[in-house]
């Protein structure tokens, strides 16, 4: 809780005088909160405080969305699946390719992935977005 959720908070919460000095209607500050396809799904692992911290972040997204769209700050999350990371490399190593199995696109998420989608919430593409969490898990959440 104290990394995945009072972090992104304060965090935010000191940049915002920042945030609303460089935002404008047209083309609003960007917060990008990064949560987890766990905070949106019941994972198949029992990781309670993981699962729990990014559905705050989850939330948190909305909570803040809310408040600082009119200071001209869009507020938004993408929720990764599983990619290569440090985090992630023991559960790779051991079940990386059955896992890529169970992923409707059949594979791990590549930097690419997570760029793209990072880039998108940053342009002006996603000026009228926010409050949203953007799963970038190869359909893990939707395809099923």
Excluded: W
């Amino acid at each position: 809780m104290d990394i995945n959720v009072k972090a992104v908070f304060y965090l935010t919460q000191l940049l915002t005088p920042k945030l609303k000095a460089a935002g404008t209607q047209e083309v609003p500050a960007r917060v990008i909160n990064i949560a987890s396809v766990d905070g949106i799904h019941v994972p198949t692992s029992e990781t309670y405080p993981y699962s729990a911290s990014k559905a705050g972040v989850i939330h948190m997204t909305k909570v803040l969305a809310k408040r600082l769209v009119a200071d001209n700050i869009n507020v938004n999350a993408i929720a990764p699946g599983p990619f290569e990371s440090k985090m992630m490399a023991a559960t790779l190593k051991n079940v990386g390719d059955a896992l890529a199995q169970t992923i409707p696109r059949k594979r791990i998420g590549e930097p690419g992935d997570m760029a793209g989608t990072a880039i998108f919430l940053s342009s002006q593409a996603s000026a009228y977005i926010t409050g949203v969490t953007i799963p970038v898990d190869g359909g893990m959440v939707s395809c099923r």
